[in-house]
């Protein structure tokens, strides 16, 4: 058989026709199962890449958390989370120390009503004025200084308290609040006061006794020298030896040292007069209502007879309807040791210059009424280190010369703890001094208020 006639007998043959269809079908099939392995491996690696992304972030959450906690769980303050509801949602071992409750214990709770410590009267912080509270409807960070906790067993204690919103991708999901408790520093600041107020007085008595010391030493100098002087004359008397001229001499040492006993002990009597007004929060407080107009007009006529001879001006403005329920003494005594401090500091004798009083009700602001009295005058002014020392009791420009520095220290204290008000002063060397006062309308009552008025 030639090999043309073999070539076309296979290539009729059908098994083997059908041979090739099956190679070519088997070839279609690799390639295909071909294109699904590579899909299936590039899927297999993806879903690796996904599952160790997810594993990192779960790491990372992980990590973030205990970091989290571990700054929580060391803050020596209480932390506390809330939602928008109310309910908390977290607090760190510091809150469960101080409130005695267990995160667990609270989770979900209305935390309100757990941790404020009921007022004397039985009832709660209204919810609209706690700060967290008020975090959760505004937004906004709000804090106070000292409010009042309790713990699970009831015990109330002081705590300075922050909120600020708890924010997630740009949406408030409710407030942190944070807090801590302020009784040791309460204490600590009590007990700091009560040391500045010994050093204080213990710095009062030293002064007053060395302000003292001067004028008595000098007195009884004098009345040494004079009672020295009188034996000695006594003596010149009895042995008959008294001249003309000796009596003179006698004389004219008597009249000088007696002048001298008088104007010190006079000096020493002031100081301890001052000293005593000075310790106005141990007089009794007297209470009335008054016009201040006409008050101020009697006052000022008052001082007549040390005003007509000066060259002064004096203005008042008041509204003759302003009355202010204070201590009507005290608001005297201020303003005749405002007016004498212009007479002897503020001009000369024969200097012209006007002092001006107004007073005027201040626009209602917060709880309380306020009357402002401004006085002033436009004499030669102060230093910035006399205005800066002006209150301190013994500051004066004038030792020696009868200023015992306790005029403006007795203003203070009148102003700020007899009639529960301030003071402020503004003045510059030839620019004249503004002493700026605010008084309450109605005066408070006041504790303290069993020893004599003392004058
Ligand atoms: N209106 C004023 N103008 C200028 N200086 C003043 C005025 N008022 C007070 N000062 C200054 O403040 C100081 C303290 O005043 P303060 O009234 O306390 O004491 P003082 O007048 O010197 O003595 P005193 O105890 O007798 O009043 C004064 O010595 C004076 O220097
Ligand atoms: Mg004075």
Redesign the pocket.
């Known amino acids: 058989m030639s090999e043309q006639n073999v070539s076309e007998q296979s290539a009729n043959d059908p098994e083997l026709i059908q041979l090739r269809r099956t190679n070519r079908m088997l070839q279609q099939r690799v390639k295909q199962a071909e294109r699904i392995r590579k899909q299936w491996s590039a899927a297999v690696l993806q879903l690796e890449e996904s599952h160790e992304r997810e594993k990192r972030i779960s790491q990372q959450l992980v990590e973030k958390e205990s970091f989290l906690s571990s700054i929580t769980g060391s803050m020596n303050e209480g932390v506390y989370v809330i939602n928008n509801d109310g309910e908390l949602t977290f607090m760190n071992p510091k809150a469960e120390a101080l409130l005695g409750w267990t995160q667990s214990e609270l989770l979900g709770e209305d935390v309100h009503a757990r941790v404020h410590a009921p007022r004397a009267d039985g009832s709660l912080l209204e919810v609209a004025h706690c700060p967290v509270h008020k975090t959760l409807l505004d937004g906004r960070h709000h804090s106070t200084e000292k409010d009042w906790f309790q713990s699970r067993s009831g015990n109330s204690f002081p705590v300075a308290f922050f909120s600020s919103p708890l924010m997630e991708d740009g949406v408030q999901r409710g407030a942190v609040a944070v807090f801590r408790n302020i009784e040791q520093e309460l204490e600590m600041e009590q007990r700091l006061i009560e040391t500045e107020k010994m050093a204080s007085l213990g710095g009062m008595v030293a002064g007053v006794a060395h302000e003292v010391n001067t004028p008595v030493g000098v007195g009884v100098t004098a009345i040494t020298y004079i009672s020295d002087e009188t034996k000695n004359f006594q003596q010149a008397f009895a042995a008959g030896g008294l001249t003309k001229q000796s009596l003179s001499d006698y004389l004219d040492t008597m009249i000088e040292s007696s002048e001298i006993a008088e104007s010190n002990l006079g000096r020493a009597a002031?100081l301890i007069r001052?000293f005593k007004k000075v310790a106005v929060n141990q007089s009794i407080t007297q209470c009335d209502t008054f016009l201040l107009k006409p008050h101020i007009e009697e006052l000022l006529h008052s001082l007549q007879p040390r005003l007509k001879h000066r060259p002064l001006e004096v203005k008042l403005h008041c509204s003759d309807t302003l009355s202010i329920e204070s201590d009507s003494g005290a608001l005297t005594q201020i303003l005749v040791?405002?007016i004498?401090?212009?007479l002897?500091?503020?001009f000369e004798e024969d200097e012209s210059g006007t002092l001006s009083i107004e007073v005027e009700e201040l626009p209602h602001s917060g709880t309380q009424q306020k009357i402002r009295l401004s006085y002033r005058?436009d004499?030669?002014?102060?230093t910035e280190v006399?205005r800066q020392h002006?209150f301190e009791p013994f500051?004066?420009?004038?030792r020696g010369k009868?200023?015992?520095?306790?005029?403006?220290?007795i203003v203070y204290n009148l102003v700020v703890h007899r009639l529960q008000g301030t003071i402020q002063v503004e003045?510059a060397e030839e620019q004249g001094?503004h002493f700026l006062i605010a008084l309450p309308a109605v005066m408070q009552d006041q504790p303290d208020t069993t020893v004599e008025r003392s004058n």
């Open positions: 002031k001052d040791n405002l004498e401090n212009s002897i500091h503020a005058d004499g030669r002014g102060m006399v002006i500051f004066t420009t004038c009868g200023g015992s520095g306790l005029g403006m220290q003045s001094a």
